[in-house]
Every structure is written in C-alpha cells, then in structure tokens.
C-alpha cells in the first residue's frame, strides 16, 4: 500500500505545494525565456538553437512515467518532488554557465546546454509529477478544481516575479551577472521547496500495515502496460494530448497574425499576449467554482467545465478565422480575450479530472497515470508550437491571402479542439460509470475505484478516485 498517514490537506498545505510550483517556475522561465533571449540578442546566435533546447527539454519529459513508478513504488511523493528540485536547479544554474560560456567557446557551451536541459527536463518530470500525484492524494474532491486553479496560479506568478525581478538584476547583462542571478534562483527555489514541503505529507504508512503482507511491486514496463490497459487511462492520455496539442499550437502564430492581419505593432502584439493570459486567469477562476456548492448551488462538475471549455475554445478559433477573412474592424482582442477564458477554463477543469482519476484502476499505479499524462502533456506541448508555425508557413506558401492562410490554419486548430469536447464527453461518462462501479465491491484483480467514503484506515489521506 503506498501513501501516507496525514489528514486531506486544507488550503494552507495546498498553498505551501503551490510554492513549490512557484519555484519551479521560476527556475523553468529563466531557461525558456531569458536565456533564449541571451542567446538571441546578445550572442547573436540563430532562435533555432533555443528553440531545440526547449524542445529537448519537453522530449525528456516523457520520462514522466518512469519517474511517477519509482514515487509509487517508494510509497512517498517528497524524495521525488526534493530530488527533481535539485536536478532542476543544478540544470537551470548549468544552462546559464552554458550560455555564458558560449561567449567564448560556442561548441563547448552548446554541448553543456543539451546536458543542462536535459536535466531541466527530468527535474521537472520528477518533481512535477509527484508534485500532481501528492495533491490528487491528498485533496478532497470538492477542493480539486480550486486547488488546481491557486496551485497554477501560484507557478504564474512565479514566472513573472521572477522575470521582472531578474529582468532587473541582469542590467547591465555580463556572463558573470547571469551565472550570479540563475544560482541565486535555483538556490531561493530549493530553500522554499525544502521549507514548503517540510511535514506536509507525513509518514509513509508500515510496509503490509493494512493488509499484513505487502504485494510485489511490478517492473515499470509491467506498471506502464497495466496502466495503458485500462479504457479510462488510455482514453484521458489522448484527450490530453489532442487538447493541448490545440491549446500551444496558436502559441508561435497568434503574434504574427495580429501584425501581418491587423497591422498590430511589435508592442501591441506583445501586449496582446497580455490580454490572452488574462482572460486565461479569468477562465481559472471560472473553472474553480467546478463542483463547488455556493447558497445550495453546484456550478457544474468537472467534465461540464472541461466539454464547454473546449467547445468554447473552438468557437473562438472560428472567430479567429473570421478575423482572418474579415480583417480590421473585426473585433479581434475580444476574440482573443474569449480564447483565453475559454482555454483557462477547459485546462483547469481538466486537470481537476486529471486529480480525480489518477486512483481510477490498480492501486498503487497514480505516479504511473499522472506520468503517462504528464508525458502526453509535454510531447504535445513540443510538438503544438513548432507544428502550428510549420502550418502557417505552408499555408503562406500555397494561398496568396496571409488572412486566409491563417484562417486555415485556426480552422484546423478549432477541430482539434472539437475532437477534444468529444473525447472530454467519453471520459466523463466513463468517470460516471466507475462512479457507480465503486459502490459495488471489487471483483478479479482489477480493483474497483474507491467510495467516496474510504475505509476508516484510508479516509485520512484518500479523496474521490479520479499536472508546462
């Protein structure tokens, strides 16, 4: 049996594992944002380069799985999530010497930097999984979807914090100002982690305590098949890789559109990016009112939140392609605002979905899900930005129109979107029916999902079966 022998968290520990998302994020944005723009502006070097670390970072991740057997074989979440925190921060602190070094000795600096992401990367597959399956543990149902929005809200604000006040600290930019500010983040970042995480899961519970001999654990390519056998699984892992492969896939070509389209300048596209984000904080909001009972109302469950959310989101991107054709005076900000609460509403009440099911099959296989989501998360994520920007260029070279190309390309992104309401509909009639199936006791080795009320000895840390 693996877990721990706390209590359900309350808002102040889902706050304390929200630094930790903070202080992974400030790691990760240094290496994804300012060190791109380092090796962009100040060593001249071709955006392709920073462009394949991410990339690479994002294909590392699909180690995910792996690193969510070992916590469930270990039966605790902290040694992973402490552990991924380090390899991070040593990796963020590596990727600037890398890039300060190739000032002087490119070669050398390029092959420290693949060795850097590459860490950044499995840092962020072992703590960021762990860090999903702990809340999905130990955060009751009702709390899920507003656990999620503070938890992720939290991480953007460790973005900006961080690239406002190292933004600062680099002027006037030297290599050695870089190294000092990238070890003075990673270093703040494990300081909070160890600080945030210190008793906050508890005590693993005696080996075979509960049942008097523990099972076997299983090798990890026994775990993965046995995970990807299960209906609910498998069909979750592809509703999260369609999703989110139409979620980045407008992340590299919105900008262009707004200029080549609307005649936006460099500043009122960035600041357009500005009014996106923030209609995805409102769609957060929204979304984390999601099976909560305000005056005696329910405001809609999970899978009602993620459905609307993705048909919302297609119904904007056929907005966009509207854009596209019409041009100005089409109402294109408020087209992208409407994207951003839709997107923000769909991605969160997917991730309390993702919380939910992550107990829905075998015992002691949640590092295994979230991982296996966690990795159909990053290949998506790796793959949407540099497909959408590939789509929009092929687009340009056969269509004489660029706001007819770019509609095509929406077009496309919009029926991704409506593929993922379909496969969001089919996950929450199966959640429904597993739902029903707990109530009835568990038959043959697939073990039933557990009752919304847990056995005495499991209602501590036990929640409703079910994190770039």
Known sequence: MSGTTSHPLGWLGIARLGLVQLSLGAVVVLTTSTLNRVMVVELALPALLPGLLVAWHYAVQMARPRMGHGSDVGGRRTPWIVGGMAVLASGGFLAAVATAWMQQERTFGMALAVLAFTMIGLGVAAAGTSLLVLLAKRVEESRRAGAATLVWLMMIFGFAITAGIAGRMLDPYSPARLVAVSGGVSTLAMIVTLLALWGVEGRAPARGAATGAEPAKPRFREALAEVWGEPQARL??????????????????????????????????????????????????????????????????????????????????????????????????????????????????????????????????????????????????????????????????????????????????????????????????????????????????????????????????????AGR
């Open 236 to 465: 979750f892992t592809i509703f999260v890789f369609v999703s989110m492969l139409a979620y980045s896939a407008q992340d590299l070509i919105l900008e262009p559109f707004a200029g080549v389209v609307f005649g936006f300048t460099p500043g009122e596209s960035t600041s357009l990016s500005g009014l996106q984000h923030g209609g995805v904080l409102a769609g957060m909001l929204l979304a984390s009112l999601a099976g909560r009972r305000i005056a005696g109302h329910r405001f809609g469950s999970l899978t009602t939140w993620t459905v609307g959310g993705c048909i919302a989101s297609a119904l904007a991107m056929a907005s966009l392609v509207a854009s596209g054709l019409a041009g100005p005076p089409y109402p294109f900000k408020a087209t992208v605002f409407v994207l951003g609460v839709a997107n923000g509403a769909f991605s969160i009440a997917a991730i309390g979905s993702m919380m939910k099911l992550a107990s829905v099959g075998r015992q002691g296989r949640e590092g295994v899900r979230m991982g296996l989501w966690g990795a159909a998360q990053a290949i998506a994520f790796g793959f949407g930005g540099a497909a959408g920007a590939a789509a929009s260029d092929i687009a340009r070279a056969f269509i004489a129109s660029p706001g007819v190309a770019y509609a095509t390309v929406f077009a496309l992104e919009g029926l991704l979107f409506v593929v993922a309401a379909v496969l969001a509909v089919a996950v929450g009639r199966n959640m429904k029916r597993f739902g029903e199936v707990a109530a009835a006791p568990a038959s043959g080795s697939f073990a039933a999902p557990r009752t919304p009320r847990p056995a005495p000895e499991a209602a501590a840390m036990e929640t409703l079966p």
